[in-house]
């Protein structure tokens, strides 16, 4: 209860910060779009092309809008050392990243409601095959690669490169995750025959389960220095 | 002299992995049959796959040692998984270059992503490169240690799922290159086992060092601490 309890004050606390000045929601928002269009543009596909290039096209700003926030999100913290007051304060570790999890892939589904009905708009078919699995897809890939964003990109303050760091310590590690939402949103947006689309969700769900567990467990070793 | 530089064990290790690797130089040059249809360029494979032995065992040890530093908190474990990671990176990267050179003629590519090894194999030399990248920008000694520690078991439990999704990810779609058959004349066979075995002490010789400079450098590092102090 006690958990639930800090954990919901974290998030609380880090949404009233980030909503006061709504900037980096605004830019990430933006940045998605822009980016979008961007690779709508350098594309210029053909229908039938587009089959193959529809996931990539719709997942790539979000992942890429999400790895923005990792680095901006709470970084008034950095400010006269707010965030040593955090660590001192008495609450559970473990609770602080879940509270920043939750606060940070509530921002990645916002850009996620932007973006994803702007592929729409500029895909030339209408309407997904299966909406659904869609859904499902988008909200378990972004809670697995948020995950690994806050908890690496956390860690990683302590170091000299922090912004060139997180890319390069979460996009390999997030390469199954990475497949695994590309596979299922093809299949989602065009007619299949569904092949190994249990075995994808299993593999995302086991991905999500995995890093949302170990971070929990590990942030209170990682942060008592 | 030389005796004052290294331990006895260490200099017996440096001499039979020196005559080791000689012998397979000779074996995978001399001893082993050219083969039919690939020729010479067959030969790589005396190398290429060592290495990759190799490179696994390397990163095998940065997971074990991360446990041992996170349970026990002594600073070797740490330095042996900072040894191994060094040379395993090392050795992936062989790995891709020697296996894209034997690619180029065999397979008419330098690169395909329809084999979960390679796929993997260059996901795995990232993830190390990234804890490389760690090692050398992050402040504060035992926070370094312990985030280091946290990303080798971390980057190593991640390595069967990359595997295991680049292997679905192909095999939904059609399949280009098929295993290999193993079917090898008996030199052959002889020269890659005795290969594995001798890149195996090449390792274990090297990680000796490195493990030894980086105890060295830690010495190093607190008598300064202490003649400042003093």
């Not at chain 1, 919901?8 to 880090?14: A, K, N, Q």
């Not at chain 1, 075995?199 to 929990?216: D, S």
């Not at chain 2, 290999?180 to 075995?197: D, K």
Request: hydrophobic share 55%.
């Amino acid at each position: 209860m006690q958990f639930i309890r800090h954990t919901l004050l974290i998030l609380t606390r880090d949404l009233r910060v980030e909503f006061r000045n709504k900037s980096l929601l605004l830019s990430m928002v933006i940045f998605a779009l822009l980016f979008q269009v961007l690779l709508q543009i350098s594309f210029d596909a053909k229908t039938e092309a587009m089959q193959e290039l529809a996931p990539g096209v719709l997942w790539l700003p979000i992942i890429l809008a999400a790895m923005l926030g990792f680095s901006k999100y709470g970084s008034v913290e950095k400010e006269n050392d707010a965030f040593a007051g955090i660590l001192i304060s008495p609450i559970d570790k473990g609770s602080l990243y879940l509270g920043k999890l939750i606060g940070n892939n509530l921002f990645v589904l916002i850009v996620i409601a932007t973006s994803a009905p702007t592929f729409f708009l500029f895909l030339k078919q209408p309407f997904p095959n299966s909406i659904g699995l869609l859904i499902v897809t988008l909200l378990l890939g972004s809670w697995g690669f948020v995950a690994i964003g806050v908890f690496f990109s956390t860690l990683a303050q302590s170091s000299s490169i922090t912004e060139l760091l997180v890319p390069i310590m979460i996009f390999p590690l997030a390469v199954p995750l990475f497949l695994a939402c590309i596979q299922l949103t093809e299949m989602a947006l065009f007619p299949s025959i569904g092949l190994g689309q249990s075995i994808w969700l299993l593999l995302l769900i086991a991905y999500n389960i995995l890093f949302t567990i170990i971070p929990l467990f590990l942030f209170d070793l990682l942060l008592e220095v | 002299m030389l005796h004052k530089l290294m331990s006895p064990l260490q200099l017996a290790l440096t001499a039979i992995t020196g005559i080791l690797i000689f012998i397979q130089l000779y074996m995978a040059f001399f001893y082993a049959p050219t083969e039919k249809y690939m020729g010479h360029v067959q030969r790589i494979m005396y190398f290429h796959v060592p290495s990759a032995f190799v490179s696994f065992a390397a990163f095998g040890i940065v997971f074990g040692a991360g446990i041992m530093y996170l349970t026990t908190k002594n600073k070797k474990w740490d330095h042996l998984a900072l040894a191994s990671a060094e040379i395993g990176v090392l050795f992936t990267t062989f790995v891709l270059f020697s296996g894209s050179l034997w690619a180029r003629p065999v397979w008419n590519a330098w690169w395909v992503w329809d084999d979960p090894r390679l796929v993997t194999s260059l996901i795995l030399w990232f993830i190390y490169i990234a804890y490389l990248l760690i090692r050398a920008s992050v402040k504060g000694q035992d926070r370094l240690r312990k985030f280091a520690a946290v990303f080798g078991i971390i980057g190593f439990l991640d390595v069967p799922l990359v595997y295991f999704s680049v292997k679905w990810w192909r095999t939904i779609h059609p399949k280009v290159i098929d295993e290999q058959g193993a079917h090898m004349p008996p030199e052959m066979a002889q020269t890659l086992f005795f290969s594995v075995i001798a890149f195996l002490f090449l390792f274990v010789t090297m990680l000796g060092y490195r493990y030894v400079l980086e105890g060295q450098k830690e010495k190093m590092y607190e008598l300064k601490q202490s003649s400042r102090k003093g």
